[in-house]
């Protein structure tokens, strides 16, 4: 049986919110905060628990014990700034797995010095995985594994009854 997982998202734009949304869908607690009351409205009868906070404020991130989430996901604004200075204070607070949404190239190697294993770049990541499925037709999935290291799931309905010589992989 799968985990139910506690993950906190910070920030309850498009990307958290809809991040949000799935998981809670697929049957884990989510923890919503943001700044704007009108965005922690519009998810509070979706999420288990919404909260109108300053996350850039490391008390108000300790008082939400965010550091016992599973998972916590920064996806806030579009300056660097505030994303940092959360991460910074989630770190302080001792939040285990951390996931941010960079604004950026120079935001992601500033994640990146800072130690945070996870992030994402959402239209970076996905204009490469769609270029990929436009290049390679029947491709499934993408999954980068390192630089110039990649898997690719395809569908191989035309592989049928051909060696690995006759198919010139």
């Known amino acids: 049986m799968k985990k139910t997982l506690e993950v906190g998202i910070i920030g309850l734009g498009k990307f958290g919110r809809q991040l949000g ?25 979706i999420f288990p628990q919404t909260y109108v906070a300053d996350a850039t404020d490391k008390t108000a991130l300790d008082q939400l014990k965010l550091q016992s989430c599973d998972t916590v996901a920064v996806s ?9 200075l959360i991460t910074l204070n989630l770190q302080e607070i001792g939040a285990k797995d951390i996931l941010v ?5 120079a935001h992601r190697k500033v994640l990146s ?33 390192g630089t110039g290291v990649l898997i690719q799931e395809l569908i191989v309905d035309k592989w049928t009854g051909k060696s690995l010589a006759e198919l010139k992989l």
């Open 101 to 105: 949404k960079a604004v950026s190239a």
């Open 76 to 84: 806030v604004g579009s300056t660097m700034d505030s994303s940092i």
């Open 113 to 145: 010095k800072l130690g945070v294993g996870r992030v994402l770049e959402p239209e970076i990541d996905v204009a490469t995985q769609v270029a990929y499925r436009l290049n390679t037709p029947g491709m499934l999935d993408l999954l980068p594994i």
């Open 21 to 45: 949304i799935v998981l809670t869908e697929l049957g884990h607690n989510v923890l919503g905060v943001d700044i704007d009351p009108q965005r922690v409205h519009a998810v509070q009868d």
